[in-house]
């Protein structure tokens, strides 16, 4: 349980890379508030519906990771295995971020975003529901982040844990993206630059535990013996 | 654009063709569920998003999915850790029991908010006699549901309530996102209409019966009167300002202006316009305060012509299409039978759960969507992207001709030509200044409005410093023959024209002029004498002047591998400098049947034929040709013969279209290879019972988003696929602020929070 801790920093440090992002939603979300108490309200549950994505992401992988570890047990202990994909996961993503590797990115907006129409309505949308269902569908939007630390969870192996694992990472979001959406800029660019490289070398820091972690136990046989899932038969 | 503006029998959504009839037409008609859906969303949309009740509908329904899965999971992962003593308590038995009562509760809700509509769909297409996979595909949900619900009920073991919620989601998000693709592919189309203004100054609502001059009406602002575009009439003089688009085609009464008509006539450099001149709806008045007498009702104009043009073009059916449909109508018989085959093997083995998942897998995996949309997507993307760049296309078969051509012949005046002719030589008599004849010849050829008049003016003042013209006395113009005139009553005649001309004045020729004359003609030039007292004092030959990009085009042409020829009616001796000027091979002295001899002939030797002219003279050669391209339509896209209408004259937008049709036949065979292969290799594994019905769900709709995207590449024009690699590049050396993928500039925007 000690890497719930050290997620939920990970959340903190990296909501400076989700400002890049999910910024901008927090904001369009709260320019629908008619005054601050209620702009805070907005924010919070815009960011229960996010997290509960993120929840939902983490029991999948927690539940797709127990899977793995079935079929494979008998070879490999699959969990270590996971722990050192993920470890490595993370720390391609931190190097990204912290721009020691650079990548060719495929010409992403070429492609015409279908989906911009479904999640747009749910942003300019009026009603509480709809700032949930737009939380809920922002936990979804592709983010090298959320994908390293779902693959954290899976290797846990385990559906609770997993979920608690993305629970963390996404709370750990939270405070800066209410305070953001709530239209303070507490950082300037250039402290948010600077923050943002800490948090990637964070990243990093969380990628090389996970591999140390799964270095460590790679050897030792999987726990337990299960029929197969039903999603993946 | 809007159903009732156009009698087009099409979906009230995308515009797309309905598959049959409906028995009223009040009622509104969906091509598919999905437009069905998206129709409700956009008309919801419309009430000041007080009431997005279909869309919240969809998104509660996927938030309760989410919860149905994680519970299926938890419920999963307990058959996993059943042998630990501590879950195995009452407390978690009882806790698990929950779940499934929960994953009920929450599943039953999800087919309450889902099922309705595609209940609603599958039953319209009942009363139409059509069988649509989506009516099956309700069939499978609910006897999932109600295996799941006595399962609970009678403490069975298996449930598939997250089968029942991830398949109405999936194929309800799916075809809402189809209808959007598709609404997005006919947007070309529907910016053209959006050019016209929605109302328009009426100044006055007869035309001026007294025929008296224009610049006698006064016009006043509290004369004008707005009047809605609908209710324009014929006769109606209405007054558009600078910046303003004209609502309606007319004639120009009052005032001038440079006025824009890029849109209808192909016309990229704004042209002057005064009082007398057409202009044509939905051209911008750039500079001037013109009053212009509508002379079409607003609706029946050019423009709309060229819209209803380019509609019919998409609609039909082309020949690719239909023959991916009579693949479609046997696929819905062909799939019941795999998947009750499938049903009954695997109830047969496994029992009835199994049964009903592997066929409810095949019913997913074989919805035949993709296979529907892959040819008229990329058919309407491509037609509407050629109607912004001013090609019209007159048919969607004309896409797939042009893509198979092997031969491009064009015809030559008009087409490769400018038309006008410019002075090639000129040779004045030894022994006279050759300034001086110019200079005479400028002064008659001043008074003329013929083309070889034009030529010699502007040779005349490209070579000589010219700052006034003399204006000349006793100007006769002989038609057929050339200009008469004096330089002053009491100076002798002067002859400008033809040999002809030269010889009913008895003017001599010297041997040097004979020499000249008979040099010109032997190269099978055009020639214009002049002469005075007597004597022909000079010779000027002419040619005619290629299209600025006539070279490059024909170049590319050969180089892209296409045989290139040209047929014209023209004297050989003069075509034999266009083939060396070209080096393209030229048949010449062509009557109207040979050319179409010379067609077939090119056609048996090298493959199908594109023929390029201007679509008025070489009407039947373009009829016979595999795909007749016609130059410079402008506003007469009514050229039957033409299967392909430039409406400008640009050369480059040959080869613009060929290559066009190519990457849209590319992306056709992309979208049917995709189709076929996914659903082949999909039943195959779903009859197996190999694949679970949730991924069957994901891949159905990951299927229909590879067609939509792959077809939307076509709508996309060349500078913004430019601008893109561009931003890409720029995302690359800024990597520190991420881009969205739903609003790309939102991660610039919020460099500045």
Same mark, same amino acid.
């Given at each position: ?82 722990? $050192? ?109 600077? $923050? ?12 090389? $535990? ?24 | 654009?809007?159903?009732? =503006? ?5 979906? #009230?959504?995308? /515009? ?9 037409? #009040? ?6 569920? /999905? ?10 949309? +419309?009430?000041?998003? !007080? ?12 938030? %309760? ?78 006897? =999932? ?5 006595? @399962? ?31 609404? !997005? ?11 016209? &203004? ?18 006698? %009406? ?79 009702? &607003? ?13 019919? =073009? ?70 509407? !992207? ?28 008009? *087409? ?18 050759? #300034? ?12 003329? *409005? ?19 013209? &003399? ?19 009491? @100076? ?19 041997? @040097? ?12 030039? @055009?020639?214009?004498?002049? +002469? ?22 024909? #170049? ?51 493959? &199908? ?15 016979? =040709?595999?795909? /007749? ?25 040959? /080869? ?45 709709? +990951? ?23 561009? !931003? ?23 460099? *500045?929070?």
């Amino acid at each position: 349980m000690t890497a719930l801790p050290l997620v939920f920093i990970a959340g903190v440090l990296g909501s400076s890379h989700c400002l890049g992002m999910c910024g901008p939603f927090a904001l369009t979300i709260g320019s629908g508030a008619a005054d601050w108490k209620a702009n805070i309200g907005r924010q919070v549950i815009y960011t229960v519906g996010r997290v509960f994505t993120y929840a939902v992401f983490g029991a999948v992988a927690g539940a797709a990771g127990l899977y793995l570890q079935q079929q494979v047990s008998a070879l490999v202990n699959a969990a270590a295995l996971l722990a $050192i994909v993920a470890g490595l996961f993370l720390l391609y993503q931190g190097l990204l971020a912290a721009r020691v590797i650079r990548r060719r990115t495929p010409n992403a907006s070429a492609v015409p975003c279908l989906a911009g129409d479904f999640f747009a309505t749910f942003l300019k949308s009026p009603g509480l529901h709809n700032v949930f269902l737009a939380g809920l569908f922002t936990g979804m939007l592709p983010c090298g982040l959320v994908y390293g630390f779902i693959a954290l969870a899976a290797s846990s192996g385990d559906l609770v844990m997993g979920a608690g694992l993305m629970a963390a990472f996404g709370f750990g979001t939270a405070p800066v993206m209410i305070l953001t959406g709530c239209g303070s800029s507490l950082l300037s660019l250039a402290a948010r630059k600077h $923050i943002y490289r800490v948090a990637a070398w964070c990243v990093i820091v969380t990628g090389l $535990i996970s591999i140390a972690r799964g270095t460590g136990f790679i050897e030792l046989p999987g726990w337990f013996t299960a029929t197969g899932c039903p999603l993946c038969d | 654009m809007t159903s009732d =503006a156009h009698d087009h029998s099409g979906c #009230d959504y995308c /515009g797309l063709p309905v598959a049959a009839s409906p028995s009223s037409s #009040d009622t509104p008609q969906f091509c598919c569920f /999905g437009c069905r859906v998206a129709s409700a969303i956009a008309n919801e949309s +419309g009430e000041e998003g !007080r009431n997005r009740w279909t869309l919240t509908r969809l998104g509660l329904a996927i938030f %309760f999915t989410m919860n149905v899965m994680v519970f299926t999971l938890a419920l999963w992962s307990w058959d996993v850790y059943r042998s630990d003593a501590a879950l195995s308590s009452r407390s978690a038995s009882a806790l698990f029991e929950l779940f499934r009562y929960l994953s009920m509760l929450l599943s039953s809700i999800v087919v309450l908010m889902l099922g309705g509509p595609l209940l609603e769909n599958a039953y319209e297409n009942l009363r139409r006699r059509i069988v649509t996979t989506d009516l099956l595909i309700v069939a499978g949900v609910v006897a =999932a549901l109600i295996y799941s619900f006595s @399962s609970v009920l009678t403490g069975g073991r298996h449930t598939y309530f997250e089968v029942a919620c991830m398949v109405l989601v999936g194929v309800t998000l799916g075809r809402w996102l189809e209808a959007v693709g598709k609404l !997005r592919t006919t947007n070309a189309l529907r910016s053209l209409e959006k050019l016209l &203004p929605e109302s328009a100054r009426v100044v006055a609502r007869i035309a001026n019966p007294s025929g008296a001059p224009w610049d006698g %009406f006064a016009v006043r602002a509290t004369e004008e009167e707005s009047v809605l575009l609908d209710d324009i009439e014929v006769g109606h003089i209405i007054r558009v300002l600078p910046g303003e688009r004209i609502a309606a085609d007319g004639v120009i009464r009052r005032g001038q202006a440079a006025v824009d008509e890029k849109i209808v006539t192909g016309e990229s450099t704004p042209s002057i316009k005064e009082a007398g001149d057409q202009v044509y709806a939905g051209a911008l008045n750039q500079d001037g305060d013109l009053l212009v007498e509508v002379t079409a009702p &607003p609706r029946g104009g050019a423009l709309l012509r060229i819209i209803d043009a380019v509609t019919a =073009a998409a609609t039909a059916k082309s020949r690719l299409q239909t023959t991916a449909d009579r693949i479609a109508g046997w696929f819905v018989p062909g799939v019941v039978v795999i998947a009750l085959a499938t049903f009954a093997v695997h109830t047969s083995i496994a029992g009835i759960g199994d049964g009903l998942m592997a066929a409810l897998a095949v019913l997913l995996i074989a919805c035949p969507c993709a296979l529907g949309i892959a040819t008229p997507l990329a058919v309407w993307a491509a037609v509407g !992207r050629a109607s912004s760049a001013g090609v019209l296309f007159r048919h969607g078969d004309a896409l797939q001709q042009l893509a198979a051509a092997r031969v491009i012949c064009f015809d030559k005046t008009g *087409t490769l030509t400018s038309g006008e002719p410019i002075v090639d030589q000129f040779i004045a008599e030894p022994g006279e200044p050759a #300034d001086d004849v110019l200079r005479a010849a400028l002064m008659l050829a001043a008074s003329s *409005t013929h083309a070889f008049s034009s030529a010699i003016r502007k040779h005349a003042f490209a070579r000589l410093d010219v700052t006034s013209i &003399p204006y000349p006395t006793e100007l006769e113009t002989r038609p057929g023959r050339g200009v008469v005139a004096k330089l002053n009553h009491s @100076s002798g005649a002067i002859y400008l024209g033809s040999l002809a001309l030269m010889e009913d004045a008895g003017l001599q020729r010297s041997p @040097s002029m004979r020499e000249a004359i008979v040099g010109v003609c032997q190269a099978g030039k @055009s020639l214009v004498c002049i +002469g005075w007292d007597g004597n022909v004092r000079g010779v000027f030959s002419f040619r005619e002047q290629f299209r600025n990009e006539a070279q490059s085009s024909l #170049d590319g042409l050969h180089a892209a591998g296409f045989h290139v020829a040209i047929l014209t009616g023209d004297h050989a001796a003069r075509t034999a400098s266009i083939e060396r000027a070209l080096g393209i091979a030229v048949e010449a002295e062509l009557m109207p049947e040979q050319k179409l001899a010379a067609i077939r002939d090119l056609r048996h030797k090298y493959g &199908p034929v594109v023929m390029v002219g201007d679509g008025i003279n070489d009407a039947p050669a373009l009829a016979e =040709a595999d795909v /007749g391209i016609a130059m410079g339509c402008g506003a007469d896209v009514s050229r039957e013969a033409a299967d392909v209408c430039l409406l400008g004259d640009n050369l480059e937008q040959v /080869g613009w279209s060929i290559d066009l049709a190519k990457r849209t036949m590319r992306t056709v065979r992309q979208n049917l290879f995709w189709a076929f292969s996914y659903n082949g290799i999909g039943i195959l594994l779903a009859a197996a019972g190999l694949l679970n019905p949730v991924w069957a769900a994901v891949a159905m709709v +990951g299927s229909s988003l590879f067609v939509i995207s792959n077809s939307l590449r076509l709508s996309k024009s060349e500078d913004c696929e430019r601008q893109a690699a561009e !931003r890409a590049e720029q995302q690359i050396s800024d990597s520190s602020v991420s881009s969205c993928p739903i609003f790309p500039e939102s991660g610039s925007a919020s460099s *500045t929070l």
